[in-house]
Nanobody, 130 residues
Framework: EVQLQASGGGLVQAGGSLRLSCAASGIFFGHRAIGWFRQAPGKEREGVSCISSSDGSTYYADSVKGRFTISSDNAKNTVYLHMNSLKPEDTAVYYC???????????????????????WGQGTLVTVSS
């Protein structure tokens, strides 16, 4: 059974930092696109960042570029999202997702959309207070 366990969310003041983790089990971690998404109350889910476990390529939404950093530890089947300079508008439930591809992949803008992914984690809540 494939499982994605997202963790690391919490309450932080504006300007603060958090590190989210997404641990995958029951799946070959190589040659995948792994994405982080978020959904704020009353808003649609949006792609935040993604990384390739093949070549380490990354892609970021403009709203988080320069503040968030995605990284992968393939030995631990875990992807991290380092979030700095957090803003109240970053408040959302954050989800991780992994693609079904088993061929080498270089992530691009379309990996910030939902359709490349077929496994999703349960989400972790990030609340940024002003």
């Amino acid at each position: 059974e494939v499982q994605l366990q997202a963790s690391g969310g919490g309450l932080v003041q504006a300007g603060g930092s958090l590190r989210l983790s997404c641990a995958a089990s029951g799946i070959f971690f190589g040659h995948r696109a792994i994405g982080w998404f978020r959904q704020a109350p009353g808003k649609e889910r949006e792609g935040v960042s993604c990384i390739s476990s093949s070549d380490g390529s990354t892609y970021y939404a403009d709203s988080v570029k320069g503040r968030f950093t995605i990284s992968s530890d393939n030995a631990k089947n875990t992807v991290y999202l380092h979030m700095n300079s957090l803003k109240p508008e970053d408040t959302a439930v954050y989800y991780c997702a992994i693609s079904p591809s088993t061929s080498p992949v270089t992530v691009a803008k379309h990996h910030l959309s939902s359709w490349p992914y077929n496994y999703w984690g349960q989400g972790t809540l990030v609340t940024v207070s002003s």
